[in-house]
């Protein structure tokens, strides 16, 4: 069933501990709210930032992923008043107060040109409107925000913040629509800020489930299964460490994060006239076309039994699949121009072009690396699709922190190798790590700096951290104070996803 965004006037139906802190938080953000606007806000709509376990890079080429929701997160307080117009505070002082007004034609001016941190939230209010199309006068509001979410560490700030702007005017303007829908809306309205993403870093925002990682299904359709970590002796843990390298993937998008989506899309038109499938109406019609859509269409005629079990059948899928691709691919090592990417498909690069979208999101690149990015997407979903059959195996023995910290650390090492998205601070600190304790590490999010998911034993994590902080930072960055380097390095456990603060 398609549940709505959860309504809750009590912090306890949301948070599992540390209400106290989490109340303060909200009573602080209420006074700071009635400060600036003379008022209390009707609401305080709340978009939690994400951790991925594994499964980078791959929720735009249609395969699962295996994120779990974190308690920081991104609060907006709002209250609504006459006309139209939309003022923005911020309790971080260093994010300037604006105001900007509806208009009817575009609803509102996203200058993309200029990096400023009211366009995430221009995002979400556009794609909202847009979402709830019956509203033709959307009412005015008095918004405050406050981000928990480290900036720019691939814990997804961004997305929680487009995330919590479209359910804050939605709600603003009494419309909710279902949990799938304002993911749907998200996911769209993001590329408004020139971030080609997928759809990861929305759905678990907004339905993550308390005390459960997420393993998510974009094709044929949107699937959100709820999974728990196995009941070992020792609980399993993971800590997040920020590298300290700032990756803000809608500056770098051209080289790094938005070419990767094109390579693997032109990836996938290539794949599918090497398998004569590119004029069936499954890859003629997709937009675009992604590694998954070729693979279910390569095997929709029944090549494998349908009787296998999941496991079996993903690993006989994607193995026979990555097979035909590296026979595609492995040609042009070195990769392949977008000329030459053209004239395989028989086609201009102007039509190239529209059909990746580079049209709207630019790229540069010299060539394309299409072998080392079809070798990590359809082994990273194979390791996907294994982590999660670990998880419920039912085996609580130590041999479930080896198993899936292998997962992890194969993760990594495609990351690095194949799909080139991580940097010298991130393997540093996967090494480091690994020398302290821990079963799996590997960069999380869009990777090129930002932060590393690691996991360990619940009864190590403190001596863990210390050796963290001892080896890394403290020869690293010597100048951060005990309160950034709280933030920069710290355990965390599955959050439970968007919801909306309503006043007794």
């Known amino acids: 069933m398609d549940h709505s965004i959860p309504v809750v006037s009590a912090l306890n139906d949301v948070y599992a501990d540390n209400l106290l802190q989490h109340g303060a938080r909200y009573q602080a953000l209420t006074e700071?709210?009635?400060?600036?606007y003379g008022a209390k806000p009707d609401f305080i709509a709340r978009a939690p930032g994400r951790v991925n376990i594994i499964g980078e890079h791959i929720d735009y080429c249609g395969f699962p992923v295996f994120p779990m929701a974190i308690v920081p997160d991104c609060l907006i307080a709002v209250k609504v008043v006459d006309g139209s117009s939309v003022k923005l505070g911020n309790v971080n002082?260093?994010?300037?107060a604006r105001q900007f007004d509806y208009q009817p034609d575009t609803m509102v001016n996203i200058d993309t040109s200029v990096h400023d941190w009211v366009n995430y939230f221009k995002c979400g209010y556009r794609g909202a409107l847009e979402a709830i199309a019956d509203v033709s006068s959307p009412v005015g509001m008095q918004c405050l925000m406050d981000g928990s979410v480290p900036i720019s560490v691939g814990l997804s700030s961004s997305s929680a913040f487009v995330c919590c702007s479209v359910i804050a005017t939605m709600r603003a303007n009494g419309r909710l629509l279902s949990q799938k829908r304002v993911v749907e809306t998200s996911v769209v309205c993001e590329r408004y800020i020139g971030t080609n993403g997928g759809g990861m870093d929305q759905t678990a925002s907004i339905m993550s489930q308390p005390q459960s990682a997420s393993f998510i299904e974009f094709s044929p359709k949107l699937c959100v299964t709820p999974v728990r970590f196995p009941s070992t002796a020792s609980p399993i843990a993971f800590v997040i460490a920020n590298t300290m390298v700032v990756s803000d993937k809608a500056?770098?998008?051209?080289?790094?994060?938005?070419?990767?989506?094109?390579?693997?899309?032109?990836?996938?038109?290539?794949?599918?006239?090497?398998?004569?499938?590119?004029?069936?109406?499954?890859?003629?019609?997709?937009?675009?076309?992604?590694?998954?859509?070729?693979?279910?269409?390569?095997?929709?005629?029944?090549?494998?039994?349908?009787?296998?079990?999941?496991?079996?059948?993903?690993?006989?899928?994607?193995?026979?699949?990555?097979?035909?691709?590296?026979?595609?691919?492995?040609t042009h090592p070195q990769g392949f121009t977008l000329d030459e990417c053209a004239d395989y498909l028989g086609i201009g690069v102007h039509d190239l072009a529209r059909l990746v979208h580079t049209d709207r999101f630019p790229i540069h690149a010299d060539r394309l690396k299409l072998l080392?990015?079809?070798?990590?997407?359809?082994?990273?979903?194979?390791?996907?699709?294994?982590?999660?059959?670990?998880?419920?195996?039912?085996d609580t023995s130590d041999e479930c922190f080896i198993a899936l910290g292998d997962l992890m650390n194969q993760s990594q090492?495609?990351?690095?190798?194949?799909?080139?998205?991580?940097?010298?601070?991130?393997?540093?600190?996967?090494?480091?790590?690994?020398?302290?304790?821990?079963?799996?590490?590997?960069?999380?999010?869009?990777?090129?700096?930002?932060?590393?998911?690691?996991?360990?034993?619940?009864?190590?994590?403190?001596?863990?951290?210390?050796?963290?902080?001892?080896?890394?930072?403290?020869?690293?960055?010597?100048?951060?104070?005990?309160?950034?380097?709280?933030?920069?390095?710290?355990?965390?456990?599955?959050?439970?996803?968007?919801?909306?603060?309503?006043?007794?």
Request: net charge negative; glycine share 6%.
């Open 251 to 330: 500056v770098t998008a051209p080289t790094n994060y938005n070419l990767r989506v094109v390579e693997t899309r032109i990836g996938a038109l290539m794949l599918a006239k090497h398998l004569n499938l590119s004029k069936n109406s499954a890859c003629l019609n997709a937009d675009p076309l992604t590694f998954k859509a070729v693979m279910d269409e390569f095997f929709a005629s029944g090549h494998l039994d349908d009787l296998d079990p999941p496991v079996l059948k993903w690993t006989k899928r994607l193995t026979a699949i990555l097979e035909r691709a590296e026979s595609l691919f492995v």
């Open 93 to 96: 002082t260093k994010f300037v």
């Open 372 to 394: 080392q990015r079809a070798q990590h997407a359809f082994s990273e979903a194979l390791r996907v699709v294994k982590f999660r059959q670990v998880c419920e195996s039912g």
């Open 413 to 504: 090492d495609s990351c690095r190798d194949l799909f080139e998205c991580s940097c010298p601070e991130l393997d540093e600190i996967c090494m480091i790590a690994r020398k302290a304790g821990s079963f799996g590490s590997r960069l999380t999010g869009a990777g090129w700096g930002g932060c590393s998911v690691h996991l360990i034993r619940l009864d190590g994590c403190d001596s863990f951290i210390a050796t963290l902080k001892q080896e890394y930072y403290f020869k690293r960055f010597p100048e951060l104070s005990v309160d950034e380097l709280e933030h920069a390095i710290f355990a965390t456990s599955p959050s439970s996803g968007a919801f909306i603060y309503v006043f007794n």
């Open 32 to 36: 700071a709210f009635i400060e600036m």
